[in-house]
């Protein structure tokens, strides 16, 4: 059974910094794509960062330069490291990956999701 389990999230004052985790169970990201993806009050999910499995990185325009993706391979973790925040980032943060499991059954997950609020 594929589990995604986000953390990290908080309240931040504009400017600071804010590190998610999503640890995975039953699914490898290395040789998977994931991605972070946010929703704020009223508005839709929007993609924010994309790693694929072989490293190549996509940022949305609203958090190029300020937001990084990456992950650990051993720890099976993937990080979204937030910098110079501005309120417009508030969301709930989700982590999601579409890949092959270890049971080789392809499938679309998504983790339950970390709130990020800045505010002063």
């Known amino acids: 059974q594929v589990q995604l389990v986000e953390s990290g999230g908080g309240l931040v004052q504009p400017g600071g910094s804010l590190r998610l985790s999503c640890a995975a169970s039953g699914i490898a990201f290395s040789i998977n794509d994931m991605s972070w993806h946010r929703q704020a009050p009223g508005k839709e999910r929007e993609l924010v960062a994309r790693?694929?499995?072989?490293?190549?990185?996509y940022y949305a325009d609203s958090v190029k330069g300020r937001f990084t993706i990456s992950r650990d391979n051993p720890k099976n973790t993937a990080y979204l490291q937030m910098n110079i925040l501005v309120p417009e980032d508030t969301a709930v943060y989700y982590c999601n990956v579409k890949g092959v499991d270890y049971s080789t059954r392809w499938g679309d997950y998504w983790g339950q999701g970390t709130q990020v609020t800045v505010s002063s």
């Open positions: 790693l694929t499995a072989n490293l190549n990185t």
